[in-house]
């Protein structure tokens, strides 16, 4: 199973979690809870001249086969359309991620209620 985390900057395991955006972050962390394997996944829907919508940006992640999001922000539209997609939302602690990636794999995250 795949989880993104939306994240300030590329810095692997020590990378920041995004807590003002989800859906326009610079870009992801893709954990892997089935192999403890993670990636970067810029995003490139953000930046010079393009219009990014928080709803464009998470279909890229479903692309690549994330079903679970854990963030520390979400808005509305946002949770109508992972709610739509059968995509569950958890509520991320702000800092580093490695710590949220361990409370979410013992099941100590909160999700989210659509």
Same mark, same amino acid.
Request: aromatic share 6%; glycine share 12%; proline share 4%.
């Given at each position: ?6 994240v300030l900057a590329d ?17 992801? +962390?893709?954990?892997? &809870?089935?192999?403890?394997?993670? *990636?970067?996944?810029?995003? !490139?829907?953000? /930046? %010079?001249?393009v219009e990014c919508t ?19 922000? +979400?808005?509305?539209? &946002?949770?109508?359309?992972?709610? *739509?997609?059968?995509?569950? !939302?958890?509520? /991320? %602690? ?21």
């Open positions: 199973m795949k989880v993104a985390i939306p810095k692997g395991m020590d990378s920041v979690m995004d807590t003002e955006r989800l859906g326009r972050a610079f870009g992801y +962390i893709v954990y892997d &809870v089935d192999e403890g394997t993670h *990636e970067y996944v810029k995003n !490139v829907l953000r /930046g %010079d001249g928080g709803v464009s940006s998470l279909e890229m992640l479903l692309d690549l086969g994330v079903e679970e999001i854990v963030t520390a922000h +979400i808005g509305p539209k &946002v949770m109508q359309f992972l709610d *739509e997609n059968g995509i569950a !939302v958890f509520m /991320g %602690d702000p800092g580093k991620i490695a710590p949220t990636i361990e409370k979410h794999k013992n099941g100590q995250l909160q999700e989210a209620m659509f």
